[in-house]
């Protein structure tokens, strides 16, 4: 299946902490990312290949693997400043960029927010920034395929993904039979919008597992997230488990996702959350 694309795709960087939700603007995204942070809550990264959104966020600072990641899109990044291994990888990587901090347009802040969880941006005003610019922009699928999607061979009616950390993290999910979906939980609570109300849903799921360590000598505890290389993965949708192998040869290639029992990497039409998880990541699942 064709993914259309628009001429200024991007991903925004959003924030997970408790004071920051509920976020908006999600649901819209055609890919959504969550990978470790600092402190053991994660970040979320939504990715906007043509998806609407009227309010997305809140907005905060990037770190140099959401910044990778962006980049296998083709994508422009919104954010609000980054720690020092993120504005490296955007310099190495030529990142298009929309910074609140750097005065570019297309933010707003909610006064009825307390900051730093009070910015956002729509997709409307993203891309009319970008255009005011003159952004150049090729956008692609990366390494996710959407098409005809041949079931697993067992069950996965729901996954509890328990990040390890401190704050004892767990997203989850519930499949809904009826609309093939996974209704997305954090902690124990349904992820809902902050706009619409309703709940966030998957068509899919990927569980990626990477390894995770702090940056030597980085004072505010920031973590290496290695992308590049390869590990195992795990695939959910349409109430089955894949097992997959996931590779990346460099940071300018797109991560690649292989079925381990040889049918094609093919995900069925819809939004697909990817869940960026440690090694040593509990990840719960029931039939």
């Not at 009070?118 to 005003?125: K, P």
């Amino acid at each position: 299946m064709q993914v259309p694309i628009s001429p200024y795709p991007f991903a925004v960087m959003v924030d997970n902490i408790a004071e920051a939700r509920p976020q908006s603007g999600l649901g819209a995204a055609d890919v959504v990312y969550e990978a470790p942070a600092e402190g053991g809550i994660p970040r979320l990264m939504p990715v906007f290949l043509s998806g609407n959104a009227g309010r997305i966020g809140p907005i905060r600072s990037a770190r140099h693997y959401f910044v990778e990641l962006a980049a296998e899109f083709g994508a422009a990044l919104v954010h609000i400043g980054a720690s020092p291994q993120g504005f490296q990888m955007m310099e190495q990587l030529g990142t298009v960029r929309v910074d609140e901090a750097r005065g570019d347009g297309g933010f707003t802040r909610d006064p009825r927010l307390l900051a730093p969880h009070n910015a956002f941006a729509s997709s409307d005003a993203v891309r009319a920034e970008l255009q005011k610019r003159g952004a150049k922009l090729e956008g692609t699928t990366a390494g996710l395929r959407w098409g005809a999607f041949q079931p697993g061979s067992a069950p996965a009616t729901s996954i509890a993904i328990r990040y390890p950390g401190g704050e004892r993290y767990v997203a989850s999910y519930q499949y809904e039979a009826e609309a093939k979906r996974y209704l997305r939980s954090m902690d124990g609570r349904p992820h809902v919008d902050g706009v619409t109300g309703e709940r966030y849903a998957a068509r899919s799921v990927i569980v990626q597992y990477v390894p995770v360590a702090l940056i030597p000598g980085d004072d505010a505890g920031r973590l290496e997230v290695s992308l590049v290389g390869t590990g195992d993965a795990m695939l959910f949708a349409e109430g089955t488990q894949v097992p997959l192998t996931w590779s990346k040869d460099s940071l300018t290639e797109a991560t690649r996702f292989r079925r381990d029992d040889g049918n094609a990497f093919v995900l069925p039409e819809g939004q697909t959350w990817v869940q960026i998880v440690p090694l040593e990541t509990v990840v719960e699942i029931g039939g």
